[in-house]
Nanobody
Framework: VQLQASGGGLVQAGGSLRLSCAAS????????MGWFRQAPGQEREFVAA????????HYADSVKGRFAISRDNAKNTVSLQMNSLKPEDTAVYYC???????????WGQGTLVTVSS
């Protein structure tokens, strides 16, 4: 499985960005998908995840109410809509897949999100 993230960029505080992750390979089917981020000098942290069905969604407390994860299983894609962005959201964002929520075994390359104050 290969994961290709896109959509990062520079945005002012309060703005929005939409990240997308395209997956290749048959193992996308049935997989949970997640987004993680890593800020400079910090460890990678969980942001959001969605189950294969799309019914179960988990969010980090820091992004609840501002970010929304979604997936399109017909297109093998998962997206992260980020609203009301804050400078502390600045990080490299990674998408990941796994057999179930909370377990991830495949990671894509990151896409950089920079939020200016």
């Amino acid at each position: 499985v290969q994961l290709q993230a896109s959509g990062g960029g520079l945005v002012q505080a309060g703005g929005s960005l939409r990240l997308s992750c395209a997956a290749s390979g048959r193992t996308f089917r049935g997989s949970a998908m997640g987004w993680f981020r890593q800020a400079p000098g910090q460890e990678r942290e969980f942001v959001a995840a969605v189950s294969w069905s799309g019914f179960d969604k988990h969010y980090a407390d820091s992004v609840k109410g501002r970010f929304a994860i979604s997936r399109d299983n017909a297109k093998n894609t998962v997206s992260l809509q980020m609203n009301s962005l804050k400078p502390e959201d600045t990080a490299v964002y990674y998408c990941a897949r796994g057999p179930f929520l909370g377990s991830y075994d495949t990671w894509g390359q990151g896409t950089l999100v920079t939020v200016s104050s």
